[in-house]
C-alpha cells in the first residue's frame, strides 16, 4: 500500500513540475525598423489591421512600401481573401511570428515514457495470472503506462509555444 502512494506522489510531482511552465506562454518582444523586419520572411506571422481583422499567414517579402503575405486565415474574408496580399507600411505596427521549439516536447515525452514504463513494469508484476484475474489496478497502471507519456508529449508541446512580437519603429 505504501509503495502506491509513493508512485501516486511521484506522478502527482511530475505533472505539478510541468503545469506552471505550461502555463506560462513565452513572449517576446522586439523593436525594429522597417529594413530589419526581413526576418520574419518565411515565418508564420499574425498581424492586425487597423479595422480590427486579424490576419495569419506566411510572410513572402518586405517591400518598399509594404509587408507581402500570403494569407491563410482572416477574419474578414471579405475585405481580406486568402491568398497574396500587401500590408501597407503606414497600417503596420507589429507583427507577431510563432516560433516554437522542440526541447520540452522532448523533455516531457521522455519523462513521460519513463514513467510509463514504470507503470508498465508495476502492472506486469501485478499480475501474477497473465492478467487474468482483471485486478482493477491492473486496468489502472496500463492505461496510466498509456496516458502519462501522451501527457508528457501535450504537457510539452504546450511548453514548446514561443510568439516573438516585433514593434515596428516609424
Same mark, same amino acid.
Given at each position: 500500500m505504501a509503495d502506491r502512494r509513493w508512485v501516486a506522489i511521484g506522478l502527482l510531482l511530475i505533472v505539478s513540475w510541468g503545469a506552471p511552465r505550461v502555463a506560462a506562454e513565452s513572449r517576446l518582444q522586439r523593436q525594429t525598423t522597417w529594413e530589419g523586419l526581413t526576418v520574419v520572411v518565411g515565418h508564420t506571422v499574425r498581424i492586425v489591421m487597423p479595422d480590427g481583422a486579424h490576419l495569419e499567414g506566411k510572410a513572402t517579402a518586405v517591400?518598399?512600401?509594404? *509587408? @507581402? =503575405?500570403? +494569407?491563410? !486565415?482572416?477574419?474578414?474574408? &471579405?475585405?481580406? %481573401?486568402?491568398?497574396?496580399? #500587401?500590408?501597407?507600411? $503606414?497600417?503596420?505596427?507589429?507583427?507577431?511570428?510563432?516560433?516554437?521549439?522542440?526541447?520540452?516536447?522532448?523533455?516531457?515525452?521522455?519523462?513521460?515514457?519513463?514513467?510509463?514504463?514504470?507503470?508498465?513494469? *508495476? @502492472? =506486469?508484476? +501485478?499480475? !501474477?495470472?497473465?492478467?487474468? &484475474?482483471?485486478? %482493477?489496478?491492473?486496468?489502472? #497502471?496500463?492505461?496510466? $503506462?498509456?496516458?502519462?507519456?501522451?501527457?508528457?508529449?501535450?504537457?510539452?508541446?504546450?511548453?514548446?509555444?514561443?510568439?516573438v512580437t516585433y514593434v515596428i519603429a516609424p
Open positions: 517591400e518598399v512600401d509594404a *509587408l @507581402a =503575405i500570403e +494569407i491563410h !486565415k482572416t477574419t474578414n474574408k &471579405t475585405t481580406y %481573401p486568402k491568398g497574396k496580399f #500587401l500590408v501597407p507600411r $503606414a497600417t503596420l505596427k507589429a507583427v507577431d511570428v510563432n516560433q516554437p521549439t522542440r526541447r520540452w516536447r522532448t523533455v516531457g515525452l521522455g519523462v513521460g515514457g519513463g514513467v510509463g514504463a514504470v507503470l508498465a513494469v *508495476l @502492472a =506486469i508484476s +501485478i499480475a !501474477k495470472d497473465g492478467f487474468q &484475474t482483471r485486478h %482493477p489496478v491492473e486496468a489502472a #497502471l496500463t492505461a496510466g $503506462a498509456v496516458a502519462v507519456p501522451v501527457g508528457g508529449y501535450l504537457l510539452g508541446r504546450q511548453a514548446d509555444r514561443r510568439t
